[in-house]
């Protein structure tokens, strides 16, 4: 991507003039080395972007080779051993390769446009977080090469230990969250003392965007949840390396000890994937229902009550596992108690939509998506933190079901509603909105195929990680439901990813403020100069770029053209 | 103010015009159909499985109930979400109205939420005791009895110690199993565990290697099965002449599909036969294990510590 921006082609601008100048001089040559030595935000974001995305198609293959596996009883497709391989793969490359560094990506792009700064705080740190993630990336996917590990993204020792996992690919595995983990902890300082300090004048914590709310509750959350699991993953290394005992229950260890340790990270960081998702549906559905977000102050409190807790709830993964009944009631109360800040977001969401004007893009369809597949996943969750309850559903399908309704129909629904919003911003050109609502259909249709059914599988009594099922057991009606589903899932994602490619090139020119939108980052060129902003404006509300809006069109006394956006226009 | 008023003037205006008011009525009584429905009916879509063991069934009443009211919640915002967009949209309703939230209504349904949590959470501690507290036997049954683990109200049960490995599960029958089984002889089996109806069984749930969960469906919740700990469930098999079907259901190592356990229930009598059948064959083996190592000391293949 070059710095050179697109003149705007209308007759006049937006006022205040944007005065960007050309601050250096694109390299004629060996043009690559741009991306490799940059410290800019922008380009450091793409970057994380493109390889998440990336690693976000390994994992939705490794997901279908899954699927395949499972569409009939007896299946020989795939070995148990390789079916183990395949699931940690898929879920470890989702949550430690996906979803957590796409929030980041979007954090990096977005952060210092959104709070009118020049950079991130520390730009070479931030630099050294992008490299970090994909030499993790590199290490993990690089143990395919010899022997993948197959104990899950959990990996509960004994399983993981060295007498039950022999080869390297577990090691493999805690390396890869020893990088990605410095990885997103260098990043989270970042953005916590980016945001702390850079924010542009008269942006108090009342108007900061609730994307920006979202980034600084994630980075907080890293922060606590990402040195537990750095200190397990090294205790888990010293128990097959180096003679400690800490896992091992031959030794006085205990694995439940493990259970605790990693739940403690692994609950927090649920909230660590879905925040930021939350945090772009907050930006989304006031642009598109042309009216401000309905209760701004609770959906920023609730983002910081849902972090607080998210903390105290993590044993709602053990109820299994030998507790006394007490600490299971806590458990079970806590869990309920985050469903309350979750209701409030859900809440003013759809209040948020009422009496609007709403302007259905691609972007509105997936948020409005996110909304309804989130909420089901909500509700699972009361099932499942009612640990009687638990006791039938805890490790079935209904849980695989729950946890895909949350992170896949929750997480990548807002990460897509958010790639569709600001596309035009990173690129300068607009998405095909035709091809992104079909892309939305197919997606949504082939997701509920694929996770709904999953419900009743669970419910009827399948374990998950099972490799295959014996025909009798009443499974295979479902099972076949969710393949075929999950290929029409695949068909939806890859009809997006082609949109995205194709626009890079194809796309109409956005212009710098193609949605009517509210925050600063629409405020400069599309896609910004390297210095994103020459000037930047006195904030006085949640939404600095709709006052401009209304100004100029105060003083000019004619509705402000947003470059390329008028067949979003009212007729 | 004024303008919050007239949001919620609005919002009961739309649910006057709209018939909202009849779904209104009509959910809570679609929740009570559900419920009779849910209760009779043993549809595998979207029930628990239940019938075979009390606990088993207190679970499904919990879950019905929850379901009840997360159909209800479920329908109520999702058809508010899809008024909206059907109303709203930009081509019907050009100018939208600009309000910033509504403290009294944010609060109220804040509540809302709230009171439905406590609702949730008051049926599940009524329910709780029935789920883990062992009901006594059926009169006339003599069982053994295990120190242990929590005993029905006036000590009468069958303890059975559950053993899970890679990748198949053993049980061993009597009082003790945990601590002196080898000593007392005690009758084993694999894979099919054989118990009498109407009594209550007491599970002592432990592993020899890695994580297993031990799960019957139809016969109660899952419990962990971890290396170093003893864990305990229990269930009364209310049928004779059942087979019912579980599995491994915490991820166990390449085979973990294939670690099945079957419970097969039959009348107390027929129990008693097959224990002294099963005591009386593990005698037997354990008779000519011991001739063969007496033969092979004797021959001098064997070392008096059992090494060849």
């Known amino acids: 991507m070059s710095t050179t921006t697109q003149a705007p082609t209308h007759a006049f601008r937006p006022v205040p003039q944007i005065l960007v100048h050309e601050v250096h001089q694109p390299r004629k040559n060996r043009q690559w080395l741009d991306w490799v ?13 493109v390889l998440t995305f990336v690693f976000f198609i390994l994992g939705g293959v490794e997901a279908l080779l899954m699927r395949s596996q499972l569409a009939v009883p007896n299946n020989t497709l795939i070995s148990g051993e390789h079916y183990n391989e395949l699931l940690t793969m898929h879920g470890t490359t989702m949550i430690f390769l996906f979803v957590v560094p796409v929030m980041a990506g979007f954090g990096n792009y977005f952060v210092p446009l959104m709070i009118g700064a020049r950079d991130m705080a520390f730009p070479r740190l931030n630099a050294l977080s992008f490299w970090l993630l994909l030499c993790g990336g590199i290490v993990f996917y690089a143990s395919l090469f010899w022997h993948p590990p197959e ?60 994307f920006i709310w979202s980034i600084l509750i994630y980075a907080v959350l890293l922060i606590i949840a990402l040195p537990v699991v750095a200190a397990a993953v090294t205790m888990l290394l010293t128990d097959r390396h180096f003679g400690t005992h800490w896992f091992d229950p031959t030794n006085h260890g205990s694995p439940v000890l493990w259970e605790n340790l990693f739940w403690f990270f692994g609950h927090p960081e649920v909230y660590i994937m879905i925040l930021p998702g939350f945090g772009m549906i907050s930006e989304v559905l006031p642009v598109f229902a042309r009216k401000p977000i309905f209760g701004y102050k609770a959906i920023a409190a609730s983002t ?13 993964h053990l109820f299994t596992a030998p507790m006394p009944l007490v600490v299971l009631g806590f458990f079970m109360l806590s869990s309920f108690l985050i469903g309350i800040p979750t209701g409030v977001k859900i809440f003013n969401w759809t209040a948020t939509l009422w009496r609007g004007s709403l302007v259905m893009t691609a972007s509105m369809y997936y948020a409005i998506g996110f909304l309804i597949v989130f909420l089901i996943g909500g509700i699972t969750g009361i099932f499942l933190a009612v640990f009687p309850v638990d006791w039938q559903l805890n490790d079935t399908y209904f849980v695989v079901a729950h946890f895909h309704y949350v992170l896949m129909g929750g997480a990548v629904f807002a990460i897509l509603a958010g790639t569709y919003y600001w596309y035009p911003k990173m690129t300068g050109r607009l998405c095909d909105e035709r091809l992104g609502k079909i892309a939305f259909w197919v997606t949504f249709i082939g997701f509920n195929l694929t996770f709904f059914v999953q419900h009743a599988l669970g419910l009827s009594g399948m374990p998950r990680r099972i490799y295959t099922y014996q025909p009798d057991m009443g499974w295979s009606t479902y099972n076949l439901i969710s393949t075929i589903g999950s290929y029409i899932l695949g068909i939806g994602i890859l009809m997006s990813m082609y949109n995205f490619v194709r626009s890079y090139k194809h796309g109409k020119i956005a212009g710098p403020d193609p949605w009517k939108a509210n925050t600063l980052e629409w405020f400069t060129t599309s896609p910004p100069p390297v210095n994103n902003f020459d000037s930047v404006p006195r904030v006085r509300s949640v939404e600095p770029m709709r006052d401009i809006r209304l100004e100029v069109e105060a003083q000019t006394g004619r509705l402000q053209k947003t470059g390329g956006s008028e067949q979003f226009a009212r007729p | 103010m004024r303008r919050a008023v007239i949001f919620v003037r609005s919002l009961l205006g739309a649910v006057r015009r709209s018939g909202l008011r009849f779904a209104a009525v009509a959910a809570p009584l679609a929740a009570a159909i559900y419920f009779a429905l849910a209760q009779s009916a043993s549809a595998a879509c979207c029930t628990l499985k239940t019938g075979g063991s009390p606990n088993a069934t207190s679970i499904a009443t919990l879950y019905d109930i929850i379901f009840g009211l997360a159909v209800v919640v479920f329908v109520v915002v999702v058809g508010f979400i899809l008024y909206s967009i059907w109303k709203f949209r930009a081509s019907k309703n050009p100018v939208a109205l600009q309000i910033h939230g509504n403290t009294r209504l944010e609060l109220s349904l804040t509540l809302t939420a709230v009171l439905i949590l406590v609702v949730i959470a008051a049926v599940t501690f009524i329910k709780l005791p029935s789920i883990v507290n062992p009901p006594n036997s059926d009169a006339g049954t003599v069982l053994s009895a ?20 890679q990748f198949i599960w ?73 087979l019912y079907h579980g599995q491994c259901a915490q991820l166990c190592g390449r085979q973990h599909a294939f670690m099945t356990a079957l419970v097969k229930v039959v009348t107390p009598k027929q129990y008693a036969a097959w224990i002294a059948q099963q005591t ?14 007496a033969y092979l000391s004797k021959m001098g293949t064997l070392t008096p510590s059992g090494n060849f």
């Open chain 1, 37 to 49: 030595l940059t410290t800019d935000h922008k380009k450091i974001g793409i970057m994380y972007l």
């Open chain 1, 151 to 210: 104990a899950g993204w959990w990996s509960y020792p004994p399983l993981s230990s060295i007498q039950y996992s022999p080869s390297g690919g577990q090691d493999a595995w805690i390396f890869l969250i020893h990088l990605t983990g410095i990885s997103s902890l260098v990043g989270a300082i970042n953005f916590y003392v980016t945001i702390v300090n850079m924010r542009a004048p008269g942006m108090s914590w009342g108007r900061l965007p609730l």
């Open chain 1, 304 to 316: 910081i009550v849902i972090a607080f807790l998210s903390t105290l709830v993590w044993a709602h």
């Open chain 2, 146 to 165: 295990s120190l242990t683990a929590p005993k029905p109200p006036n000590g009468q049960e069958l303890t059975i110690c559950v053993t899970g490995r």
């Open chain 2, 170 to 242: 053993r049980y061993t029958y009597g009082a003790n199993c945990n601590k002196a089984a080898w000593q007392d002889k005690l009758p084993y089996s694999y894979q099919e565990m054989e118990v009498p109806a109407g009594v209550t069984v007491n599970l002592l749930i432990q592993s020899s290697d890695v994580i297993h969960a031990w799960w019957i469906p139809a016969l109660g919740g899952k419990v962990d099965a971890v290396p170093g700990f003893t864990t305990y469930t229990w269930f009364k098999a209310l049928h004779a002449n059942e």
């Open chain 2, 280 to 293: 009386n064959a593990v005698a037997q083996q354990n008779d000519q294990v011991s001739q063969i190592r």
